[in-house]
C-alpha cells in the first residue's frame, strides 16, 4: 500500500504554515498538515484522504511554545506538537494527572513517541483518548488561521465521524485544559492491547472536604460519531 502522488512543503514557523495552507488552496490544491503522521499516513496509505499536498509541522519543534507543556494550578496548556508521551511521563499536577494517567491506552509506545496533541484532537476520532479527555476537562482550542487567532471550546470542537470546527486553512497552536480534575480516570475496552477503543469512558468527581461524592461528569467514546458527554 501507498500514498497516492503528493507535493511535500516544510513549514518553519506558524504564520508560513498558515501561509502555505492558504497559498496551496489558492493554487487548486488540496493542503493538509502533518505533524506526528501517525493517523494522515495510514488514512493515506488507505487511500482514504488523498491530500495532493503535505504540509509538514516537524520544523515547529523549534519553536518552544509548540513543544512547552505548562502547568498551573488552575489550566494546563500543552503546545500543539506536545507527543503522547511527553504527557504520559510529565509530573503533572493532581488536577491534571488524569491525562498521563490516559496515555497508556493510546496506541503503542513508537506512536506515543510521535503522535501530537492538536493532531489527535483535529483527527477527531470518536474513541481518541484526547478527545474525551478534551470534553472531560473543558480544553480550549487556540487555532490560528488566515485571519488570526480563535479559540474553540471542546464542546464546540466535534461536529462528527473524523470531523472537526478547526478550518482546512487553520493550525492549532495549543490546548488549554481549564478544569483540573483530581479524582478522574478514564477507562476502555479494546479487543487487544494498544488497538484503538471498541468503547471508551472519561469520569471526574467532584468530592468535598469530607470526602463526600457531590457530583461529577462522564464523558463516553464509541458510543455515536463524536465522544458525548452524559448530561
Ligand atoms: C497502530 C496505531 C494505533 C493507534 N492507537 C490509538 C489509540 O488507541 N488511541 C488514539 O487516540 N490514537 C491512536 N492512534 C493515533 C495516534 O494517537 C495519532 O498520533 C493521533 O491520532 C494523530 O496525531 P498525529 O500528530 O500523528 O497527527 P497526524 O497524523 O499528523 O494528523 C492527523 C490530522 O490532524 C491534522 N493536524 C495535525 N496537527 C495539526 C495542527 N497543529 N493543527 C491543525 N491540524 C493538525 C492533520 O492535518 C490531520 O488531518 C494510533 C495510531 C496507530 C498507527
Known amino acids: ?40 499516513m495510514p488514512m493515506m496509505t488507505f487511500r482514504l484522504a488523498r491530500p495532493s499536498a503535505l504540509v509538514d509541522l516537524g520544523p515547529l519543534r523549534r519553536v518552544p511554545s ?46 506515543r513517541s510521535r503522535g501530537t496533541v492538536a493532531g489527535s484532537l483535529v483527527h477527531g476520532d470518536a474513541t481518541a483518548e484526547w478527545c474525551l479527555l478534551a ?5 480550549v482550542v487556540v487555532a490560528e488561521g488566515p485571519a488570526g ?4 471550546p471542546a464542546d464546540e470542537l466535534f461536529h462528527g465521524f473524523y470531523a472537526t470546527a478547526v478550518d482546512p486553512d487553520e493550525v492549532v497552536v495549543e490546548v488549554r485544559f481549564t478544569r483540573p480534575a483530581p479524582h478522574a480516570a478514564l477507562s476502555e475496552f479494546a479487543r487487544r492491547h494498544g488497538d484503538f477503543a471498541i468503547v471508551d469512558a472519561a469520569l471526574a468527581l467532584d468530592v468535598d472536604d469530607g470526602g463526600t461524592v457531590t457530583g461529577g461528569r462522564v464523558v463516553l467514546g464509541g458510543v455515536a460519531p463524536a465522544p458525548v458527554r452524559v448530561p
Open 149 to 152: 487567532r480563535r479559540e474553540i
Open 1 to 40: 500500500m501507498k500514498p497516492a502522488a503528493f507535493t511535500y512543503h516544510r513549514a518553519h514557523d506558524v504564520t508560513d504554515a498558515v501561509g502555505l495552507l492558504t497559498d496551496l488552496a489558492a493554487a487548486g490544491e488540496d493542503p493538509k498538515l502533518i505533524a506526528g503522521g501517525q493517523s494522515l
Open 135 to 139: 470534553l472531560l476537562l473543558d480544553a
Open 66 to 111: 509548540m513543544t512547552a507543556v505548562t502547568d498551573g494550578p488552575d489550566a494546563l496548556t500543552l503546545g500543539a506538537l506536545v507527543t503522547h508521551h511527553t504527557v504520559e511521563t510529565a509530573s503533572l499536577s493532581p488536577g491534571f494527572a488524569v491525562l498521563s494517567d490516559a496515555m497508556r491506552w493510546v496506541g503503542h509506545l513508537p506512536i
